[in-house]
């Protein structure tokens, strides 16, 4: 089971390197992996487990967070109505929509152990395509927070922090391209 110990933090040099591509088909381990950094997401929204662990609450995670530098990421969002469960080889955002989004409460990162406050812009949809834990190709189409920890998350493979977005001169400047605007 991984622990917050598992999870790699800011100032870690892997943070910033372009994580490898997943050879397919995904070997044993790789897989495993995966499954792994899932369990984790799903162990951190149990507040009993997370208070028995000390594990902080996350809804996404790459595996450059755990010190593996390979394009593998996992998402597992619960929702009234639906539960975004994602574990992906590769993902690559295809296509994306104009018009921006932005958490109003920022977001924050378990690599990260400090407050970063500030907008961050996000494509407000997104069209993503990877490989799911059995290798097979598939296609994403994602809006609202799904599509907001997945374009996080893949930002974890090219070696960019999410505070990287925010506006240094006003970071609470409403992004460009925001229905608000």
């Known amino acids: 089971m991984l622990t917050m110990d598992d999870i790699v933090r800011e100032g870690n040099p892997i943070l910033r390197a372009v994580a490898q591509e997943v050879v397919m088909p995904p070997t044993h381990e790789e ?42 990421i996992a998402v597992y969002i619960p929702e ?40 961050v812009p996000r494509h407000a949809r997104v069209k993503v395509k990877a490989y799911n834990i059995d290798g097979k190709e598939i296609t994403l189409k ?6 907001i920890a997945i374009q996080h998350e893949i930002d974890h493979l090219d070696g960019i922090m999410f505070y990287d977005h925010i506006n240094k001169e006003n970071p609470f400047a409403i992004p460009d391209h925001c229905p608000t605007n």
């Open 142 to 147: 994602l809006k609202g927070l799904p599509a």
């Open 31 to 72: 897989k495993e992996t995966l499954k792994k950094m899932r369990e984790f997401l799903i162990n951190s929204q149990d507040d009993e487990i997370a208070e028995k662990y000390k594990l902080r609450a996350g809804i996404g995670l790459a595996a450059p967070q755990i010190g593996i530098s390979k394009r593998m």
């Open 80 to 119: 009234e109505d639906k539960i975004h469960d994602y574990t992906l080889f590769n993902p690559k955002i295809i296509s994306h929509s104009v018009e921006n989004t932005y958490l109003e409460g920022g977001e924050g990162c378990l690599s990260v152990d400090r407050e970063v406050p500030g907008y």
